[in-house]
């Protein structure tokens, strides 16, 4: 019964999107948006949603979200046309797409690659709704459980997980920049006793930073400063034809795409690591699994279905976390939790009693996404490929306009602008030297949630941290950060290489 | 990203710079109530608003001497004295490049936005950045980036001295004049520069038109379709105004 109703609850808000033709407008719309910035290189997915948040202040949230998952969705798949087209993938998210895409373009059969890509990720998109809509009630169940211990080591277990998964270089350096979102986070009057914490006196900084200037301070300004300092010579996009949506291929590739399909759930339900890793991993999967491992690389059509089903379901997994826990599951995931809280909707347990249909809605509005995306890649291939021809210094000047009108839009306040500036070129040097901002932006994004539900937790507990060890589900989550931190530590390693040895003597 | 000996050094630089910032972190922790009366309300110290940052500063100590340790082995600090003794034969273009957009974009923000209309800051910002870097020449880029930085010095002399006032009070909108004239010096700079070079007389035109084109596209649509009031809105805007209300 309870499932009927769900499913009666979907449909009555997939009709009345669909009989909605502003709705549907603005659905066609951002989507479209979101696929030129995601086509375009120096452009990404996170950098259309910060932006296009700051166009939604006036809308009721529901609107808003048509248009914020319509550039997400568009933005993810988007980057598939550069990758394919003239090898460089326009979002990290497809950059296993060029592996295999840009070899098939060569062979003249970009089109095919096209609509591959095209029908996987509609694909994709529409497994990674079919697991928010039924994954969500258990969870946000579960998650009711919760009590100020699990929600403190949830979000401390958010950062160090994506610290861990998304850094470049040295693990380390992803808890720093968990740490130093997690500073940022401090700034302002507490939430438990109203004391400021470095606010130099500044009344402006009393409240703590707005996170959207943060976030398109740290997402934009380190993306402007990039593609402008280093030089970018626009390639020549390969041409092609019509594109074919291949069903038999699709039909034939099946197994491979409800894997992809499900590794991108998987990875996106993660607190942190984004659609970029979920395509790798998927790839490395596809081609462990292949008869034919040797032919990836060189033009093999599973390559290019398996990267674009995973990084698009991967929005879908993201979602989980994001409505059920409050915890965004990617960087865009973490701009759209930043426009929910603009918009007065708090993600997390209570969001299915404070607002009943709206795990629902966001569903409906994915499931409609994915269809757009489809039919706008089938029928406007041609014409987004001509913005692969504008040279980014052109472009990145727009954006910076963009950004500043943006995050001033918030609360019109110079001070935020201020703010942004320097975000944003530390941003930059800390991606430079091999930090990720996913960490840093959860840090600041979950960084209150940390904070008061240590204390409060605390406070219940008379200064004890025996409830963690007494509490199965804080139990887990503490095990789960110590052994994180843990296994990166070569001591670790030998240790574990040094059990297996005596363990394989034994036998 | 930075790659192998240049990526230690930068790293063994940033754990310097990280390990001052956990100890100022620590310090600043230490001065909030940990014990005493705050608000009425008695402290202990797992209520204390100390404790986060103590935690997070702790962390970021333990993580910056990690990474100085690592940097250290890896021959970072080796790397930054050899660097520092070859200062001079560093490449500089990059560096030029990267000063010439920080000068962008913070002038932008921190100098035209809060005293110039906006319109007048977006095309002072645009045309500077689409010449500098869509024209692609670094003999240019280095020419615009002085003359840019000379108007910005005019005009922090303007501002910081009573002279912005004094000229304000004899005519209402007489810094975005000093501002749209410094944007038409800017073009005729630039023409100069580029004077003989077809190739680049295309560029320009383009730059000019996405110039203008941009901010007579944004800002109505964030002022009349948005309702933001813009930072400053000085005699370009006010001239929308007028056309917008008699037209509605």
Redesign the interface.
């Known amino acids: 019964m309870f499932v009927l109703e769900r499913f009666g609850i979907f449909f009555s808000n997939l009709a009345a999107m669909v009989f909605d033709p502003v709705g549907l407008l603005l659905l066609f719309g951002s989507v479209f948006l979101g696929i030129l910035f995601g086509a375009m290189p120096g452009l990404t997915a996170t950098l259309g949603v910060a932006l296009l948040t700051t166009l939604t202040y006036g809308m009721r949230a529901e609107t808003a979200m048509i248009a914020l998952l319509g550039i997400y969705v568009g933005g993810v798949y988007g980057g598939s046309y550069s990758a394919i087209l003239i090898n460089i993938p326009g979002t990290a998210a497809a950059a296993a797409t060029s592996l295999d895409g840009y070899p098939l373009a060569c062979k003249g059969e970009g089109g095919r690659a096209l609509g591959l890509t095209t029908t996987a990720s509609a694909i994709g998109t529409f497994v990674g709704m079919l697991f928010v809509v039924s994954i969500s009630p258990l969870i946000s169940r579960i998650a009711l459980q919760f009590t100020s211990f699990e929600f403190f080591l949830l979000a401390f277990f958010g950062i160090i997980i994506s610290g861990t998964l998304t850094s470049p270089d040295l693990v380390y350096k992803g808890w720093i920049a968990g740490l130093l979102g997690l500073f940022l986070a401090i700034v302002g009057r507490d939430g438990l006793q109203f004391y400021p914490r470095f606010t130099f006196g500044m009344p402006q900084l009393e409240g703590g930073l707005e996170v959207v200037p943060v976030l398109i301070g740290a997402f934009g300004i380190p993306q402007i400063i990039g593609v402008l300092k280093d030089r970018f010579a626009p390639a020549e996009a390969k041409r092609f034809q019509r594109i074919l949506p291949e069903f038999g291929t699709i039909v034939r590739r099946l197994p491979t795409i409800l894997r992809s399909a499900l590794i991108g759930v998987g990875i996106g339900a993660v607190p942190g690591i984004g659609e970029d890793i979920a395509g790798w991993v998927s790839y490395g999967a596809a081609k462990n699994a292949s008869k034919h491992p040797e032919s990836f690389g060189t033009g093999d059509e599973e390559g290019v279905i398996a990267s674009e089903t995973a990084n698009n379901a991967c929005i879908g997994g993201a979602m989980i976390p994001l409505l059920n826990l409050g915890i965004p599951g990617s960087p865009p995931a973490a701009m759209l939790l930043g426009a929910l809280m603009l918009h007065g909707v708090n993600p997390g347990p209570m969001l299915r009693f404070d607002h009943p249909n709206f795990i629902l809605q966001i569903t409906a509005i994915l499931l409609l996404a994915s269809f757009a995306m489809w039919i706008l890649g089938m029928l406007l291939a041609k014409q987004v490929v001509k913005v692969l021809r504008i040279p980014p210094p052109l472009f990145m000047p727009i954006i910076a306009v963009l950004c500043v009108i943006g995050s001033y839009a918030l609360g019109f306040k110079i001070f935020n602008l201020y703010l942004m500036i320097p975000v944003g070129i530390i941003a930059y040097f800390l991606t430079e030297m091999g930090y990720p901002i996913a960490p840093l932006v959860i840090g600041v994004i979950l960084g209150p949630m940390a904070d008061q539900n240590l204390r409060r937790a605390l406070m219940v507990s008379q200064g004890s941290f025996m409830p963690v060890f007494t509490r199965p589900v804080a139990l887990i989550l503490f095990l789960v950060i110590v052994l994180t931190i843990v296994s990166q530590f070569p001591v670790y390693r030998r240790a574990l290489a040094a059990l297996k040895r005596l363990l394989l003597r034994n036998r | 990203?930075?790659q192998g000996q240049k990526?230690r050094r930068?790293?063994f630089v940033?754990s310097l710079i990280?390990l001052g910032f956990g100890v100022w972190?620590l310090l600043?922790a230490f001065k909030?109530?940990m014990r005493d009366t705050?608000?009425g309300?008695q402290?202990?110290?797992?209520?204390?608003?100390a404790?986060?940052?103590l935690?997070?500063s702790i962390?970021?100590l333990v993580?910056?001497t990690?990474?100085l340790l690592?940097a250290i082995r890896s021959g970072g600090a080796a790397a930054l004295v050899h660097s520092l003794k070859h200062l001079s034969e560093a490449d500089r273009e990059?560096l030029i490049?990267?000063g010439g957009?920080?000068l962008?974009?913070?002038s932008?923000?921190?100098l035209y936005?809060?005293r110039v209309d906006f319109f007048l800051a977006?095309i002072l910002?645009?045309f500077y950045?689409?010449a500098a870097?869509?024209l692609?020449d670094h003999s240019i880029l280095k020419r615009l980036i002085v003359f840019y930085c000379a108007g910005c010095v005019l005009f922090i002399v303007l501002f910081a001295t009573p002279l912005a006032g004094s000229l304000n009070r004899l005519f209402a909108y007489a810094t975005d004049i000093v501002a749209l004239l410094f944007f038409v010096a800017m073009v005729v700079f630039v023409r100069r520069a580029t004077r003989g070079r077809t190739d680049q007389r295309a560029r320009i035109r383009?730059?000019l038109i996405?110039t203008f084109v941009?901010?007579l596209i944004?800002i109505p649509v964030?002022r009349y379709f948005?309702?933001?009031?813009m930072?400053r809105e000085g005699g370009i805007i006010e001239i929308m105004h007028l056309i917008y209300y008699s037209i509605r």
């Open positions: 990203m930075m990526l930068a790293d940033t990280l972190m600043e909030m109530p705050f608000g309300v402290n202990v110290w797992y209520v204390s608003p404790l986060f940052p935690i997070v962390g970021i993580l910056a990690v990474l690592h990059p490049r990267f957009i920080l962008g974009l913070v932008f923000v921190y936005i809060p977006t910002m645009l950045f689409i870097y869509y692609d383009l730059a996405v941009t901010p944004l964030f948005l309702r933001v009031q930072p």
